[in-house]
């Protein structure tokens, strides 16, 4: 679902004064995680146009900034939908889920921050949820489709932008030598190609990496909702064509038949109704449908008739929060990326941003939540492999990796603590 296509029916459909104080907090905390990622990732955008001096550090945070922020305005919101609906299950999520989930996250980012590693923050919030998401309620948390996925492409994600960057950096080199291009030439179009590539990058991970916050946000206020049945989410609930259509098919993951057409028909006078809440549109269902049919099909009928959306606020919310962010800038992680695995010329930028930016776009239209992180550090050791192997600190990059083997479970074990704690307080 586009940002466009949304913008008029999620814009102002929840009244956040009526929230309670904790569920405001926790959106707060979800933004604060948003800003330390635009700071945390801020280098993954700028590093190397800053490193092969095309840009100034002030001027390319502001570049990177601005593209990160406007990003909401090309890509779709797959990512958001993957994070709120497809790590764990959104009927286990609760406030000490949610809370546990962001302090681990935001632990994990200051500390390698400081320390100076380009770690995934992306990771490091899909660590913190499946840490809190079992330690409340166990291995049955856990949506395994979307789990695994995400960890295929802890693998995927820098091979990938290694295998893109150096066929990139190859064909480069190739032109170069076959039109025997003079180096200033090529030091002069690639310094304004650079800015390009930059852009690409940012767009892509702009796009990427603020869904995730959405997401949370959106599994969160979900959580509100079922709650407290008294909350409204102004027309969340209605039974769409494109409702019908799901109820149609038949479900093969869960080995779920068709709902049958006569239980359809009978849903006919629900079709031009929308609900606020969710105990609304069931009482609808339950006065339609026989208690034989309504204990069957009732949840699935819900499910499908279920169109919460990230909300237009929370959406630009989010992209202002990591805007904000990536113009602290991240200086640290700057010279780690951009001097310390290999040293870049405006060329090996290009091809190493241009790399990255289209792995990010392909992951991004299939709504997968990969690390933007990951994406560019291998896409330089790519780039640097070009040049020649022994060109590559692999001591460095070897202990950037060992940074990303830790992420997730360093992340969950924070999360997951914190929720013991959470709940242990609450009980008192």
């Known amino acids: 679902m586009h940002f466009f296509e949304t913008i008029g029916d999620n814009f102002g459909n929840i009244n956040y004064l009526t929230l309670p104080a904790i569920v405001l907090a926790l959106i707060a905390l979800a933004l604060v995680f948003d800003y330390l990622n635009g700071l945390h990732d801020a280098a993954n955008s700028i590093a190397t146009i800053v490193s092969t001096r095309v840009l100034t550090p002030q001027q390319a945070v502001v570049w990177a900034a601005f593209f990160n922020f406007i990003a909401f305005l090309i890509f779709n919101l797959e990512v958001a939908g993957t994070i709120g609906k497809g790590i764990i299950n959104p009927d286990v999520v609760t406030n000490s889920v949610i809370g546990g989930t962001l302090i681990g996250a935001c632990a994990w980012n200051i500390l390698t921050w400081y320390w100076g590693l380009p770690t995934s923050s992306s990771h490091a919030l899909i660590g913190g949820l499946v840490g809190a998401g079992l330690a409340h309620t166990g291995w049955s948390a856990l949506l395994w489709d979307g789990v695994g996925k995400t960890l295929i492409f802890i693998i995927v994600a820098p091979m990938l932008g290694l295998v893109i960057g150096l066929a990139i950096a190859v064909a480069v080199h190739w032109i170069i030598y ?10 002069w179009l690639f310094r304004r190609g650079q800015l390009v590539s930059a852009t690409l990058y940012s767009l892509g991970h702009g796009g990427n990496d603020a869904q995730k916050t959405m997401g949370i946000i959106l599994v969160l206020l979900i959580a509100a909702m079922h709650a407290d049945d008294k909350l409204e989410w102004g027309d ?10 799901l109820l149609e098919k038949k479900d093969v993951k869960k080995k779920l038949d068709p709902v049958p057409a006569p239980v359809l028909a009978r849903l006919g006078p629900l079709r031009d109704l929308r609900f606020s809440r969710q105990a609304g549109f069931e009482g609808e269902v339950a006065k339609l449908l026989p208690v034989e049919e309504r204990d069957r099909y009732q949840a699935r009928i819900v499910k499908a008739a279920d169109h919460s959306h990230v909300p237009t606020e929370m959406v630009l919310a989010c992209h202002l ?3 904000l962010g990536t113009l602290m800038g991240g200086w640290r992680i700057v010279k780690t990326m951009g001097q310390r695995i290999i040293r870049l010329r405006p060329v090996d930028g290009f091809c190493a941003e241009s790399g990255a930016a289209f792995t990010l776009v392909l992951t991004l239209f299939g709504g997968i939540p990969v690390s933007t992180t990951h994406t560019i550090t291998g896409s330089i050791v790519g780039v640097g492999a070009v040049q020649r192997f022994s060109a590559v600190r692999w001591g460095v ?9 830790f992420t997730i479970p360093g992340a969950a074990i924070v999360s997951s603590l914190c929720v013991v704690l959470w709940e242990w307080l609450v009980r008192l």
Request: zero cysteines; charged letters at 25%; hydrophobic letters at 45%.
């Open 178 to 187: 076959y039109y025997q291009a003079r180096p200033r030439g090529v030091d």
């Open 397 to 405: 990059a070897g202990r950037v990796v060992w940074a990303w083997v």
């Open 321 to 323: 929060a990591m805007g």
């Open 236 to 245: 969340r609930f209605a039974l769409t064509d494109k409702s019908i259509e």
